[in-house]
């Protein structure tokens, strides 16, 4: 129906089977949308790093390489870096209820101009005639992009949050936790997530407090149904109840 609103469509034919997407939980059809996202250029050369300017991605190799991060079982160094060396532009804005809000609101005038403005809190309506009033965007953060602050941002301490005044540099030598813990000694998670997770907590740290936000990853195996398939809430039939095993296994 859009391709034809538009005079783009060339023809139609007859029915044919043929494979779709389908979403794993809701199990609806997932149709591609050509719209506007928010992106992470990781290949501008941005962040101070070690002396030099260097991109997203090479802080993300450099570590690793130069062993400033140690990766466990090393075998796992080659999954990572196969992400890594073939790293694309990170969309981080998703079309879902869900999650933290995009920071950024936009107001358009008579003549259909649009304005950005991107900050910590919303921006103020100074009446400026022939513009119309400020509307949040409607996306909300990739579910990673919000927890690879992880790190860090569960050590700022809260009453010091609420001051708007302070910046990131002066709340993060404020907070007695990040200053004791951070970066921690060891990150132990499921080798699955080594990229999704591990790599952007990795890339988001070094950005944000340009330091590392652990000294070694420790990735454990995957506990499996009895099919062979990972343990899923989005297949209960899959899943054991802790509250049954514990009586028994502890």
């Not at 992880?150 to 301490?157: E, Y």
Request: charged share 30%; aromatic share 12%.
């Amino acid at each position: 129906a859009k391709l034809k609103k538009k005079g783009l469509l060339v023809k139609t034919d007859k029915n044919y089977v043929h494979n779709i997407a389908v979403n794993e939980r809701g199990k609806g059809i997932i149709e591609p949308q050509i719209r506007l996202q928010w992106f992470i250029d990781v290949n501008k050369e941005v962040v101070e790093w070690k002396g030099k300017k260097q991109s997203l991605k090479q802080i993300l190799q450099s570590v690793i390489k130069d062993e400033d991060i140690k990766i466990l079982p090393n075998r796992f160094e080659k999954t990572y870096f196969h992400w890594i060396d073939n790293l694309r532009d990170w969309c981080i804005s998703r079309q879902i209820w869900w999650g933290h809000r995009i920071p950024a609101w936009y107001r358009t005038d008579a003549a259909g101009e649009t304005e950005t403005y991107v900050g910590i809190k919303p921006p103020e309506d100074d009446g400026e005639e022939g513009w119309h009033e400020w509307s949040q965007d409607p996306d909300t953060l990739d579910t990673w992009f919000s927890s690879a602050l992880w790190t860090w941002s569960t050590l700022i301490d809260p009453a010091l949050a609420e001051d708007y005044s302070l910046s990131l540099e002066d709340l993060l030598e404020q907070s007695p936790d990040f200053q004791a813990y951070h970066p921690t000694t060891v990150m132990e998670t499921g080798w699955d997530i080594l990229f999704f997770w591990v790599a952007r907590m990795i890339l988001s740290t070094t950005y944000a407090t340009k330091q590392l936000p652990f000294k070694t990853v420790y990735l454990h195996g995957m506990i499996r149904a009895e099919d062979g398939k990972k343990m899923s809430k989005s297949r209960p039939e899959s899943i054991i109840n802790p509250m049954e095993v514990i009586p028994k296994y502890g």
